[in-house]
């Protein structure tokens, strides 16, 4: 199985966005072979998301399921694995390379959570200040 790397708002974003992209790689009754492969990866390489589609010959020379298929080939071609649909699946490889794609999803994490953590300590800091200041009024 293949490891996912992306969060799955980024993954949804992604599959909405290239949703209708049409297939520019075809994987037919060669198989997995070394060319197919080299193919996909300067592919993705060039554009950094490609739609593959699996042919029957595919199905009966591997002896494999469509997904099988597609989780080998990103597998093979350190990509993420977006979406399976019928006999066509999308993959997404930053041309950048992952270590700073990932690190840029770290870092907006964490400008979030500090952006979420700021106005909640500030609130309770209100709060306490008006608990006293309604203490002092009252006795």
Known sequence: MVTKRLPGKVRRALRAR???I???AWI????LEESVIKEIEAQLARTGVLKVEIRKGALIATKMTRKEI????AEL????????RGKRFILFKPREGWERYLK????????????????VRKIKLDILEFRKKFKRGRG
């Open 22 to 24: 049409e297939p520019r």
């Open 77 to 84: 071609t350190d990509s993420e694995l977006l979406e399976v």
């Open 28 to 31: 037919g009754k060669r198989g």
């Open 70 to 73: 597609a989780e080998k080939v």
């Open 18 to 20: 290239y949703y209708d």
């Open 104 to 119: 840029r999803l770290q870092m907006k994490e964490q400008s979030k959570k500090r952006v979420k953590e700021e106005p």
